[in-house]
């Protein structure tokens, strides 16, 4: 009888918070537009038709949480966060019992569903706290999501430039290969930059996430689902533990086809019960600090968005539809950076604009068939240049040049990804000129190749927070010609390609107090992506829990303090000196390579765990959550990368057994953990619905 009551109290107490729910209760619809019957679905109106079942879901989400609290509290069974505040870094864990989510700490804005959006979303609800993910594209995956149809409205992918490009330091004349043009509005653009032969450059076992093999291993075939592992019926909005299924690989190649990271990525936010967090089809327009609050937090304003199916590029679901604006109480970023592409100055230059051929930007390319039999200079030669000359030479292109700096010295015959010298492919010189009789000018002193018909830069990629504009962007006041953030801005991210400042641990804002409750996931490159953005979240969510005050008990969701301002801006003063000493720009200012192991450990002490030098202590360390990583990553990594400078096809070879040995090791005793945990989850629900059963029998 006091259940039931207390339930009837939940129930009504539900029914009037309705949608506030999963934010901090404040939602605003700005200047709905009005139904037109010209919009066949606008009779139905479907914003208000999404907004009625996203309430009715939360409502039903929440009140089997709620009630699942209750029936736990009422026999005497609730677990919390305890079982992680006896951990200590490097020590085994005991193994977990059936636990329910304290109530969400946090409510948490992440943008972006790919392979950050993902990580964020399993860290932030394992600490309690409630993430809304907002994706613009239908599905999750991010840039993993292969679009042949889908490409810029301009294939340089930038809008026209200025009449008198400038530079990142303000000097028209000065760091020529940095000129910027103009984005395009982001209805003329894609996100995707995959094109349709592209594999991994990376082995499959280090590129997955800690706690959900990237494995090609079938052992495990006649396993479908792993039943229990937190989260039943009752209660419904709790994390899991353990996933509800392995990874089933369709691509077993240890360098698998984009289209098996997507499986992979889909695979992960179903196995641990993510898409219900999700916002798909919405794009955020606008994020700007909730100044005025008793708190700090941050306004999100998202728009409802659908893909073009003749174009593959995102259009107004309605159009011009106002923007839906709630109030969270923090925010991170995960929108990737492989979508707004950085040209250099040639590119933009005015004899540009005269050369007969095409020019496009990686980002736009798709596939090799369109230049069989043409001549294309390539410029760039890291991996996706390289990829993009090996694919158009083996598709039966006249001639491809591959530009690169230092690349010049005879324009002869280069090797190819099967070690054998390729006619077709010659690496030159940067480029430096494109003439209006076709002829592409090098800076090698040698001949100019004569009759281009295509010219493609892969050159990276600019970092992109157009939502952010606002925040950190303002326009200049009345009369005022400078840029309002030239001076004391807080954050930038324009004026210089490849850097985003100041931010400490490539994350968080060092100045304006913005720190932990803004945070940015994925910038640095070079790395291990999947791995190191989980880690990066755990990180997030595990400050955002102490900002909340919650679990003032335990070590482990109480990490030490991010430092002071002074302490942050000193530290990025003696990381850009460094930099400046060995030579490098400030656009690999994100890029850690080697130095990514010694960063991942850093991201793991500041979190109160350490890394692990063997498979069978990470997977002892666990608890339910994603292992700490062991040292054959570091390993296999720097085999991969030995395997690539061997030359020849190094994705289709592989001669480090060891390290794939440790790694099938570790994913074997991660699955037997994981049906241990679930057996255990399973058998504790089937004791706890008994004792609710006899608990109503006697009432």
Known sequence: MILSTMCDCVVEREEAKGEGAFSSGEKHHHHQQPATLQDPLSFSCPRLTHSLNRSKENFNHTTKRMLARLRVALSGSRGSGANRAGRTAGAAATAPTATTTPAP??????????????????????????????????????????????????????????????????????????????????TDTVHGSMYCDLRTNLPREVMGYLDYPFSAD??????????????????????????????RAEDPRRYPGHAEVLRYLEAYADAFDLTRHFRLGRRVVRATPAAGNSSPGWRVSSVAVSRDPSTGRLRWRQEQE?????????????????????????????????????????????????????????????????????????????????SSRGGGGGGGAAAAADGK???????????????????????????????????????????????????????????????????????????????????FLHMFPATGGLAPRLSFLGLPWKVVPFPLMQLQARLVAKLLTAEAGAGAGDAVANPPPLPSEAEMLAALAEEDARRAAAGASLRHTHVLDGDQWAYNAE????CGEAASSSAAAAVAAIEGEAPVPSSWRERMYGSARDNKRAGGNYRDRWEDEVTAAEAAEEFRALRRRWREEAAAAAAAAKGQRRRETASAAAS
């Open 603 to 606: 991201l793991l002490r500041r």
């Open 421 to 503: 010298q390729q006619p077709r492919l010659e690496r030159r010189g940067m480029l430096s000129a494109l003439r209006a009789d076709g002829s592409c000018a090098f800076d090698d002193g040698l001949p100019a190749v004569e009759r281009v018909d295509a010219v493609i830069y892969a050159t990276g990629y600019r970092y992109s927070f157009d939502f952010l504009d606002e925040a950190f962007y303002p326009p200049p006041a009345a009369g005022d010609t400078a840029n309002a953030n030239a001076d004391g801005a807080l954050l930038r991210w324009r004026e210089e390609a490849g850097r985003v400042a100041p931010l």
């Open 322 to 402: 106002e923007a839906e604006e709630e109030l969270f109480d923090a925010l991170v970023v995960a929108n990737g950076h492989y979508a707004l592409p950085n040209l250099p100055a040639v590119a933009v230059s005015p004899s540009a604009r005269l050369f007969p051929g095409q020019q496009l930007h990686s980002h736009n390319y798709r596939s090799p068939a369109p230049y069989a039999g043409r001549r294309v200079v390539v410029v760039g030669a890291s991996n996706s240049g390289l990829d993009v000359a090996e694919e158009i030479a083996a598709a039966g292109a006249e001639l491809v040049v591959v």
């Open 105 to 186: 700490r946090l409510s948490v804005a992440v943008v972006g569903a790919g392979a950050g959006g993902l990580a964020a979303a399993r860290e932030l609800l394992k600490e309690g706290h409630a993430p809304v993910v907002f994706e613009q594209m239908p599905s999750v995956g991010g840039v993993w999501i292969f679009d042949e149809k889908a490409v810029d409205a301009r294939p340089l992918g930038v809008g026209e430039p200025a009449t008198q490009a400038t530079t990142s330091s303000g000097d028209p004349a000065a760091n020529a290969t940095e000129r910027q043009a103009p984005p395009l509005p982001w």
């Open 218 to 247: 079938q052992e495990d075939e006649e396993e479908e689902e792993l039943e229990g592992g937190g989260n039943d019926d009752d209660a419904s909005l709790s994390p899991r533990l353990t996933p509800k299924f392995p990874y």
